[in-house]
């Protein structure tokens, strides 16, 4: 978040990717109201996910995070945001039943990081209802957004950073090397920067139906690379939350 919090600011020095943030009239009152908890809920999200890696394999929590869709639409449920209908019912439980079978048939299935990779659903699924809830009449792209959220979620990620680990991580960073760590962080926010792109020459349904490849070919590749284990089961279960997760997208577009 830190590296996004300086390229950001880079971009809207030296180059028009940032030229939204003249769209947008940011007063203290607003960044407290609205920046400050989407922000805080995005630095909750990150902690989390994070923390689910620790225990649980890259395949397991890829399947999990099909169940997103599902927590939003119920939250939108909550806020009056959006309306039942049959067509979504049939999608949700679907979705919700694909991921139930998955997670049943996980094999290193660990409590700890199921938790803890439901709480990261939850405060993203929240994160992103909140977004449209209080920047309803901002005209925000992935990119604007990153510029006010990532200062945000780097002060908080740090404060928790100090207060539960202390300073052996910072400690430790000269053991990863800059190479890896600045590489990470290129990469990471290069994904932001080729969404603006990739919505602005196709569409965000586009954008969000290559999310569903992405997180098949994680999973191909945390078999094939990192010797995860998937069962019969869990494809099974999977293939039936992929094909809800098409439909839900599907039918929001």
Request: proline share 2%; glycine share 8%.
């Amino acid at each position: 978040m830190a590296f996004a919090t300086v390229g950001t600011r880079l971009l809207a020095r030296f180059t028009h990717l940032l030229d939204g943030l003249a769209n947008v009239e940011m007063t203290s009152d607003r960044w407290y109201k609205n920046i400050l908890p989407i922000g805080a809920l995005f630095s909750a999200s990150l902690v989390t996910s994070n923390m689910a890696y620790l225990t649980l394999s890259v395949s397991f929590i890829q399947m999990l995070k099909a169940f997103t869709p599902v927590a939003v639409l119920l939250i939108s449920f909550a806020f009056g945001l959006k309306q039942l209908s049959g067509m979504l019912v049939v999608i949700v439980g679907s979705i919700s039943f694909g991921v139930a079978i998955a997670s049943y048939g996980e094999i290193e299935f660990a409590m700890e990081g199921f938790i803890y990779q439901v709480a990261a659903v939850a405060f993203e699924s929240s994160r992103l209802v909140m977004i449209q809830v209080l920047l309803q009449g901002l005209k925000m792209d992935p990119l604007v957004s990153l510029y006010y959220f990532a200062p945000v979620c780097a002060a908080i990620n740090t404060a928790l950073l100090i207060f539960t680990e202390g300073l052996a991580p910072f400690l430790d960073i000269s053991k990863l090397g800059p190479f890896v760590l600045v590489t990470n962080a290129g990469v990471a926010f290069a994904l932001n920067i080729a969404a603006v792109f990739l919505i602005g020459a196709a569409s965000s349904l586009t954008l969000t139906l290559a999310g569903v490849v992405k997180d098949i070919m994680l999973i191909l590749a945390s078999v094939f690379f990192l010797g995860s284990t998937i069962t019969g089961l869990q494809i099974f279960g999977y293939a039936i939350a992929l094909g809800g997760l098409v439909a839900f997208k599907t039918h929001k577009g």
